[in-house]
């Protein structure tokens, strides 16, 4: 069990971030057991084609199964909401030696060959890290990563929602079965690891989601880094699954094709997105998408320099009604 105490600034200053390091590292997991994480069996298989002949083998090693403790300079807490891969690698490549031996003194048991070799020379073994992560990158997350984005942020605005309708136990209420709040408390109930901590007041907690930590959720709270929380998003068990048909009675009211974009937006998508998934004419989505919106059951939210739609609670009940 893993205890954190919130102070009232430590709840004004917690914030979301993704990180593609971390689900990274979390998808080499889940490829040495996809067993345990069977919701991601479409992506092994094409990952597996995509890495065919990849090198990534020290990569492979830092990840160990069971994953008691993944080193934590592969695992950052983000610094900002949304790094690039290249920005955390830029940072993977900067980290200091004795923080690369720290972090591998914690693996239970000998280090394996690559591992130990990594130790021994923290500069050369980070290098080769890092030419790894970028093939693995390129391989087997990249061709994904619109999906992957679109799903966590759509879980970010969930949360957002949530936190303004009932504060911050409404925020961690369903944030995983192994999480609970009370009282100004946090406690994860963790397998391996057992700790109690009080945030120190400026600093707050970095949630981070992670299609790949599922079905899991991990924690990383010691110093000098800013305290984190992995945990999957809602919706990955419908990541990798062919969109459903629209519901017959939806259809029937709302029309065929709107009925049909409000199935595909229970994570965020742009209209361009939104006219491939469904084989309309952007301006035809678009046309639909405003009448949605008039009625409210999307909601419109700006990324960068794409307009994201995404569907209200109203819809989420008229959907639950519709079958």
Known sequence: ?????????DLAVTRFAHSPLTELTNSV??????????????????????LAGAEFALLAELVPIPAVYT?????????????????????????????????????AGPLPPLVAALRADPGA???????????????????????????????????????????????????HPRVSWERGTLRVRHIWFRAERALDGERGLVLVPSVFAWPGVYSQTDPPGRPGLVYPPRGVATLWEAPAPAPDGLAG?????????????AAPASTTELALRTGLSAP??????????????????????????????VAEALMGAGG
Do not use: C
Not at 1 to 9: G, K, Y
Not at 78 to 97: C, D, F, N, Q, Y
Not at 253 to 265: C, K, N, P, S, Y
């Open 29 to 50: 997991q889940v490829l040495k057991e996809p067993g345990v994480h069977g919701v991601h069996l479409p992506w092994v298989r094409e990952a597996r084609r995509r």
């Open 125 to 175: 073994g980070l290098a080769r890290l890092a030419a790894e992560v970028r093939a693995y990158w390129a391989a087997a997350l990249e061709p994904f990563w619109g999906r992957i984005a679109r799903l966590v942020e759509g879980e970010v605005l969930y949360r957002a929602r949530q936190m303004s309708a009932g504060g911050p136990a409404a925020l961690f209420a369903d944030l």
């Open 284 to 313: 035809n989505v678009s046309h639909h998408l405003a009448a949605l919106h008039a009625a409210g059951l999307v909601a419109r939210h700006r990324s960068g320099r794409s307009v994201l739609y995404l569907r209200t609670p």
């Open 71 to 107: 080193p934590d300079f592969l695992t950052p807490v983000p610094a900002s909401s949304a790094p690039g891969i290249e920005e955390e690698v830029a940072g993977l490549l900067a980290t200091p030696p004795d923080q690369v031996r720290a972090d591998l003194d914690r693996f």
């Open 253 to 265: 009211v709302l029309g065929r094709a709107r009925a049909q974009l409000l199935v595909e937006l």
């Open 1 to 9: 069990m893993l205890t954190l105490r919130f102070s009232a600034h």
